[in-house]
């Protein structure tokens, strides 16, 4: 099978790539001996390579699923290294990374982010993470981030052990035991009973090589009391052979807790973004999601939050941007088991230039779950005739006193708003460009002020060449 060849628009800043002269790069494909290698290179447990070889027979078993969401015939694994390392050991200072990683991360705004408003920063480039580190002070209230690799290696591994796959397990779906098979890197966040961390955590995923996947795992365990706000940015150059994110996010938060995870993913247009995140809440404690999508060829994104315990609740902010060769299928599932439990999401969509935005929601409402209460908005924007947008929402409700409400609208920009602009000195492009930063509003003023500048630079880069 031919290798897909996915056209790209210019990607500004994030558009660089390194040469991988000198990386370590395991065969294309996916067989027992390269999930060894995996395992081996890590030096894991027993019980992990035993874990990452039943999820290999699991792919092999499971079919892709047939008549439903984007397209994924393009991606072969037979061309899609799942491996593939810069070669250089982990490190705690930025002076120690090497310079050409070093570089990449500085241009992305990573180090200058930690110095400023970050409790603790973690780098993954391809296949391994090159950077970790966290404040002492941090550490000192007995808060852990590390990489899942470091944290078997040390009095955490029950706790690792415990959590890791029980939230998404491998056969949830085909690319869920792909990510078992052959995960590498990601971040492990435990913070103790009753202790808030003062500024956010972030993680961030550079996939520099070409023809590769990244496959990273994050795990977070939050107790009793606690406060985290957790932020992942993912980007990769421009190439035209397609590149594959399969990555998991398992979320653990205890009672009268509060967890917010925000994501802003500037993939690039060859990407196929097969992400998987779920969360599980406790009594009186209160998840929130803010996601930014933008990029990406094909995305299948579908965080899921399982309100557990009675008085939890869940709010879910995210907006997707499709521009032409893009299908992103995105959207949100939350289940609602405890009592007086609530959910609120809120999403917007842009699509220009023939992209196609699809939102999902799913809300389920179990038997136990009386009073629950349940609201879903979708909000679409289209920049032209030949783009597309759709809604799916689906609603299981099992409780005679639950509440659950879903409305969505779909709308072009008015033509008597740009004239008005354009009347106050605005060029057309301009008065497109302020809309839809407008629209998107929500969800910036959602994020800490550099990643809503940032998210309003990817608007920027996208709106360019939008009119007509």
């Known amino acids: 099978m031919a290798k897909t060849k996915v056209a790209d628009i210019d990607r500004s800043?994030?558009?660089?790539?390194?040469?991988?002269?000198?990386?370590?790069?395991?065969?294309?494909?996916?067989?027992?001996?390269?999930?060894?290698?995996?395992?081996?290179?890590?030096?894991?447990?027993?019980?992990?390579?035993?874990?990452?070889?039943?999820?290999?027979?699991?792919?092999?078993?499971?079919?892709?699923?047939?008549?439903?969401?984007?397209?994924?015939?393009?991606?072969?694994?037979?061309?899609?290294?799942?491996?593939?390392?810069?070669?250089?050991?982990?490190?705690?200072?930025?002076?120690?990374?090497?310079?050409?990683?070093?570089?990449?991360?500085?241009?992305?705004?990573?180090?200058?982010?930690?110095?400023?408003?970050?409790?603790?920063?973690?780098?993954?480039?391809?296949?391994?993470?090159?950077?970790?580190?966290?404040?002492?002070?941090?550490?000192?209230?007995?808060?852990?981030?590390?990489?899942?690799?470091?944290a078997l290696h040390t009095e955490y591994e029950p706790i690792v052990r415990e959590h890791f796959g029980h939230l998404i397990p491998p056969r949830d779906h085909k690319f869920a035991a792909l990510h078992y098979a052959v995960w590498s890197g990601g971040s492990f966040v435990y913070v103790p009973k009753g202790v808030k961390v003062s500024y956010p955590l972030q993680s961030y995923f550079r996939l520099n090589a070409e023809g590769a996947g990244q496959f990273e795992h994050t795990l977070i365990v939050i107790e009793d009391d606690t406060d985290l706000h957790f932020i992942e940015g993912c980007s990769a150059p421009k190439y035209y052979d397609a590149n594959l994110h399969a990555g998991a996010v398992e979320i653990f938060v205890g009672d009268h807790a509060h967890m917010r995870y925000s994501t802003i993913e500037n993939w690039s247009k060859n990407m196929y973004n097969l992400n998987t995140k779920r969360v599980t809440v406790g009594a009186d404690s209160k998840m929130e999601w803010v996601s930014g999508s933008f990029g990406s060829h094909v995305s299948y994104l579908y965080p899921t939050s399982v309100m557990r315990g009675d008085r939890s609740s869940?709010?879910?902010?995210?907006?997707?941007f499709a521009g032409q060769n893009q299908d992103l299928d995105t959207g949100c599932k939350v289940i609602l088991q405890g009592a007086d439990t609530r959910a609120s999401v809120e999403t917007k969509s842009i699509s220009k230039d023939g992209g196609v935005n699809t939102f999902r929601s799913s809300v389920v409402i179990g038997r136990h779950a009386d009073r629950a209460r349940a609201t879903v908005s979708c909000q679409s924007l289209m920049l032209d005739d030949i783009s597309r947008s759709d809604t799916i929402p689906a609603m299981d409700v099992r409780n005679a006193t639950a509440q659950v409400g879903h409305e969505a609208t779909i709308g072009r920009i008015s033509d008597d708003t740009i004239l008005y602009l354009m009347s106050r000195g605005c060029s057309e492009e301009e008065a497109r460009t302020m809309v839809v930063n407008g629209f998107a509003n929500p969800v910036s003023k959602e994020l800490p002020l550099e990643y809503a500048v940032e998210m309003n630079n990817l608007i920027k880069l996208e709106m360019e060449g939008a009119i007509g």
């Open 13 to 150: 800043i994030y558009d660089f790539k390194k040469s991988e002269e000198g990386y370590e790069r395991y065969a294309d494909g996916l067989t027992p001996e390269i999930v060894r290698a995996i395992s081996q290179k890590k030096d894991e447990p027993d019980w992990m390579l035993e874990k990452r070889l039943e999820a290999l027979d699991i792919y092999h078993e499971l079919a892709m699923p047939a008549n439903w969401g984007p397209d994924t015939s393009g991606l072969d694994m037979n061309h899609i290294s799942t491996y593939v390392s810069p070669k250089t050991k982990q490190a705690r200072n930025w002076d120690d990374v090497p310079d050409d990683i070093k570089d990449t991360f500085e241009r992305l705004g990573i180090p200058q982010a930690e110095r400023d408003s970050l409790a603790g920063v973690g780098a993954q480039y391809d296949s391994e993470i090159v950077y970790h580190n966290m404040k002492d002070e941090m550490a000192k209230e007995g808060v852990i981030y590390t990489t899942i690799e470091d």
């Open 314 to 320: 869940v709010e879910f902010t995210g907006i997707t």
